[in-house]
């Protein structure tokens, strides 16, 4: 479940709720960050100040990629779905383009496929925190 509170500055977090209770089990805040798919999503030509997010879950853990344009990072939100601790990681992506146009990726397990139109394509996998391919 995703939620986006309006009130103040405007902060976006995922949830897992228990299907039967109805009860939170865990959330990731993500800030002010934009989905970069789904009915939420914003134009994903971004430039400065602007930063979108993916999501992906294999058979153990729930993952959220954050792309910040200014710092040009990509931060790995890993949520284990027994305990919904997030464990948090950045990276470099190795994207320099002027304004990349992210394009939300095809997700292989915990692997994220990345493409930044006419910027470049970044493989990482979540698992490890390591961008296993880059191009340029």
Do not use: C
């Not at 897992?16 to 865990?26: K, L, N, P, R, Y």
């Not at 470049?120 to 191009?135: F, H």
């Amino acid at each position: 479940l995703q939620s986006t509170t309006t009130r103040g500055t405007e902060k976006t977090s995922i949830h897992a709720v228990d299907m039967t209770t109805g009860q939170e089990v865990w959330s990731v805040d993500v800030g002010g960050v934009k989905p970069a798919v789904g009915p939420e999503a914003v134009d994903i030509f971004l430039s400065t100040g602007d930063a979108r997010f993916i999501t992906s879950q294999d058979e153990e853990t729930f993952r959220v990629v954050v792309f910040n344009h200014d710092t040009r990072q990509l931060t790995i939100h890993s949520v284990p779905f027994t305990t919904g601790k997030d464990s948090t990681t950045t990276v470099d992506s190795g994207i320099d383009g002027t304004f990349p146009y992210f394009i939300p990726a095809a997700w292989i397990g915990p692997t994220a496929i990345i493409s930044f139109r006419d910027s470049g394509l970044v493989v990482l996998d979540t698992a490890t925190a390591k961008v296993t391919y880059g191009y340029p």
